[in-house]
């Protein structure tokens, strides 16, 4: 059998970080680099093909109160045994750069992003694992640094992307802050993208129906409407505690969800499947023996056109 996965064409993603001061990072081993075979380091590929399923993309948002006076962005690269500055993200040569203040939410909150797109930051720098760092100045003259997640890019190849899934969402209006129970996130109408590459599986459809009849004199029933439901699963495999964070709050109720599948075993092929969640979020803890916890959801097509009318 080839090992060649299904797919053959085309983030993890970064939360946005709260308004000053941060809140207390996840509780995460004490290394100061993960390292590309670790799992709280997130996975990422990318070629020179140019096909959006071969390259992925992350976006990278923070946003701060009135008393910021100024924030930037930093691509670092793990060199050597310490972190080193890379390039300066202010401007569109990695991906597109929304520059500070470029969207100031209800709440008065200043936005600073970046689409990273891992294809230019491969080419220019390499394989290897990246983070990027955000520089703010408040009014006071006074200096802050907040990091994102830590990411492993390597080269795509069909071996590379065989057992993962791309989990892509785009991001409107008020949502809650995983890292912070009593603040929201107020997207507006931004459409923020973000995306995770997960080990794991999606897949197994199965349909639900459901039928309106009516009832003649004669006992007869006739079918006047049929209508099914397919349902999927996202089987995800064992994925630290902050990455449960992000997605039960950014994909299970994100505006946009789209699923896709690199195993070269599945049935069939799910590119970029739109899909909503029709089940809880219930990661399966290994209390007190693993930080690592997997999750079985279940979604349903976002667009069903699969009714049956008879008359």
């Known amino acids: 059998m080839s090992n060649t996965p299904r797919i053959q064409t085309k983030d993890f993603y970064t939360l946005g970080q709260p308004s000053l001061p ?10 100061n680099h993960f390292g590309c075979g670790c799992d709280f380091t997130l996975k990422v590929l990318a070629d020179d093909s140019g096909e959006d399923l071969r390259n992925d993309k992350s976006g990278f948002l923070w946003w701060f109160n009135d008393t910021i006076n100024s924030a930037e962005l930093t691509l670092q690269k793990w060199n050597i045994g310490a972190w080193a500055d890379v390039a300066t993200l202010d401007n569109n040569d990695y991906g597109t750069f929304y520059e500070y203040e470029f969207f100031v939410n209800n709440a008065g909150e200043s936005f600073i992003g970046y689409k990273l797109e891992w294809a230019l930051v491969l080419a220019d720098f ?6 990027v760092k955000c520089d703010t100045i408040d009014y006071l003259s006074n200096t802050n640094t907040l990091y994102s997640y830590e990411y492993c890019l390597q080269q795509y190849t069909p071996q590379a992307a065989n057992g993962t899934v791309r989990i892509e969402t785009y991001l409107n209006n008020q949502m809650g802050d995983p890292n912070n129970d009593k603040a929201v996130r107020d997207y507006g109408n931004l459409n923020w993208y973000n995306a995770f590459r997960l080990n794991g599986w999606f897949g197994y459809p199965s349909s639900g129906y459901e039928k309106t009849r009516t009832a003649y004199n004669t006992g007869q029933l006739l079918d006047v409407v049929s209508e099914q439901e397919q349902e999927f699963e996202l089987q995800l495999k064992l994925v630290p505690f902050f990455i449960h964070e992000a997605l039960r709050i950014d994909m299970m109720q994100g505006d946009t969800v789209l699923i896709t599948d ?4 599945n049935v069939e092929n799910f590119v970029q499947k739109a899909v909503k969640p029709n089940s809880g979020y219930k990661p ?21 056109n699969d009714k049956k009318y008879f008359v």
Not at 22 to 31: E, I, K, R, S
Not at 126 to 131: S, V
Not at 285 to 304: A, M, T
């Open 22 to 31: 941060p809140v207390l990072t996840p509780d995460l081993p004490a290394y």
């Open 126 to 131: 390499g394989k290897g694992n990246y983070r």
């Open 262 to 265: 690199y195993n070269n075993r």
């Open 284 to 304: 399966e803890y290994h209390k007190g023996q693993n930080k690592l916890s997997s999750v079985n959801v279940k979604f349903i097509k976002e667009y069903n």
